[in-house]
């Protein structure tokens, strides 16, 4: 994909959604929350529902070997991680966006050019860094940095790409052998932690990936005394 520079997104904000079926809110949530099967209106629970999902089919996909250290990961296979993820939640879950979405002044790639960047994320980015094994770690810091912000820029669908991108990180990091990182995203430190995330994811999208690599490799080495 084009090189993006980081003044065009180091604004980001909020999201903003034109009319359409995924950008429709749960009556009487003031519109915080997206329309969902559950009938949720309140954003905290609907945030908490979303995180004990992830933690129940993150750790199933781990306890399942449903993705090995043999595996190269697919396009496929990421939506089918996001359909299992939320698909009790929401109708468009393991659908790529079929809108337009924006941060502030800069616009994400297109909703019909989707299946077109991930087909060449697949091709050129995935195949070449999954499966993510016998390397040292800051090979594999490298590697979950490219997949991480070139995954993100494409920006596939509608809710929890970030969330994917880093559930797809500690798939890699497992894959080499290593433990699943630690994002230091919460406790003592945590909004230092999460800046600094969101600028180097930021610097990534325009191929710059160091800084990126350098928070993965810390965020490593964090459970390395752990084993």
């Known amino acids: 994909m084009a090189k993006l520079s ?9 999201y903003s959604l034109p009319v359409g079926p995924e950008g ?9 929350v997206l329309r969902n099967r559950m009938g949720i209106k309140s954003l905290s629970l609907i945030h908490n529902i979303e995180d004990a999902a992830l933690y129940y089919i993150e750790n199933s996909y781990f306890e399942s070997d449903t993705m090995s250290s043999e595996t190269c990961i697919t396009a496929e296979m990421i939506c089918t991680m996001h359909r299992h993820w939320l698909g009790e939640i929401y ?12 941060k502030g002044s800069f616009s994400f790639p297109p909703a019909y050019l989707i ?3 991930m087909s060449a994320l697949e091709r050129d980015v995935l195949s070449k860094h999954t499966p993510c094994r016998g390397k040292a770690i800051e090979d ?3 590697s979950l940095a490219i997949v991480h912000a070139e995954l ?5 669908f509608r809710e929890g790409n970030g969330r994917i991108a880093r559930w797809l990180a500690d798939i890699m990091a497992a894959q080499a052998g290593l433990p699943l990182p630690a994002y230091g995203f919460t406790g003592k430190g945590s909004k ?3 800046d600094r995330y969101l600028k180097s994811v930021i610097a990534g999208y325009g191929q710059h990936y160091e800084a990126l690599s350098c928070f993965f490799a810390e965020a490593l080495e964090r459970r390395l005394p752990e084993l």
């Open 6 to 14: 980081i003044e065009d997104v180091i604004n980001m904000n909020r």
């Open 140 to 142: 594999v810091s490298m």
């Open 192 to 194: 230092v932690n999460r």
């Open 24 to 32: 429709e809110y749960e009556p009487g949530s003031r519109g915080k």
């Open 115 to 117: 299946s077109q960047n």
């Open 152 to 156: 993100l820029l494409v920006h596939p």
């Open 91 to 102: 109708d468009w879950a393991g659908k790529y966006r079929t809108v337009d979405m924006s």
